[in-house]
């Protein structure tokens, strides 16, 4: 054991997997790099081959648990399987196709432990990692960063956010019958803002995304992550258009 341990932080990243597994090594070295200790629960939604044993490289360096799937269900069960594995009072999410700046999850775990208990969650900065053109138009827009709408934040996006543990149980965590990648985290974030939660940015945590460079992944991804959140809007928002916008707890739209 180090005789000089980093600093512990009561947080738990989870991490849901498909395949990737370069990708999934930079960002658990990412987290290796970080001066801070937290747990890492990594899902592994029945990757065709399993990252059991790159998990292993990590065991030494990382606070890490490994889940596999007996079978694929998606991203959203897969998050919720993490958190049932997660030890701590608050939880994070990121991608395997991210890498995270060293102090992001202390900057997540500091927003939300000096957060008023109106504040669920928080989302952070996400930048692209390569230089061509659709990861420019990611970045530019700041499709991946928290989406504000007449004075508050309607919701956080996954590859870069936190939430106090209690307000997920107490929605229930992510709707699995989302199978694939968009819209489980606004429909999420409109299950806490029915209860009267607010969402908060958090800019200087940060992480950095992979994204697919051709224009046919471009338009994929668009569709759906639009048609995930179209189905969440429908579900959900009908009730929140016509209830009272909470009162956000601090200053607008940083309440801290």
């Known amino acids: 054991m180090s005789q000089n341990p980093l600093p512990a932080l009561p947080l738990s990243v989870v991490v849901p997997c498909y395949g990737r597994v370069e990708f999934t090594r930079k960002l658990l070295s990412s987290f290796s790099a970080a001066p801070d200790r937290f747990q890492v629960v990594l899902v592994d939604d029945a990757s065709p081959e399993p990252l059991g044993q790159l998990v292993d490289e990590f065991r030494a360096h990382l606070d890490i648990d490994y889940i596999r799937q007996p079978r694929t269900r998606g991203p959203a069960a897969a998050r919720n399987r993490g958190l ?17 700046q060293p102090h992001w999850a202390r900057e997540l775990t500091t927003h939300l432990r000096d957060a008023s208990p109106q504040v669920a969650g928080v989302g952070g900065r996400t930048l692209a990692v390569g230089t061509d053109i659709f990861s420019r138009y990611y970045s530019y827009h700041k499709l991946l960063d928290p989406h504000a709408h007449q004075g508050r934040y309607l919701y956080v996006v996954t590859a870069n956010c936190a939430f106090k543990r209690s307000t997920l149980d107490e929605v229930g965590g992510f709707d699995e019958d989302l199978r694939r990648p968009g819209g489980e985290d606004p429909g999420l974030c409109f299950k806490l803002l029915r209860r009267g939660y607010v969402l908060n940015y958090r800019p200087s945590a940060i992480v950095h995304h992979h994204y697919r460079p051709g224009l046919v992944d471009f338009a994929r991804t668009l569709f759906q992550y639009g048609r995930g959140c179209r189905m969440q809007t429908d579900r959900y928002m009908p009730d929140l258009a016509t209830a009272p916008t909470p009162a956000p707890a601090g200053p607008p739209m940083n309440a801290m």
């Open 84 to 100: 049932s594995a997660a030890r701590h009072p608050f939880v994070a999410f990121t991608d395997n196709d991210c890498i995270v």
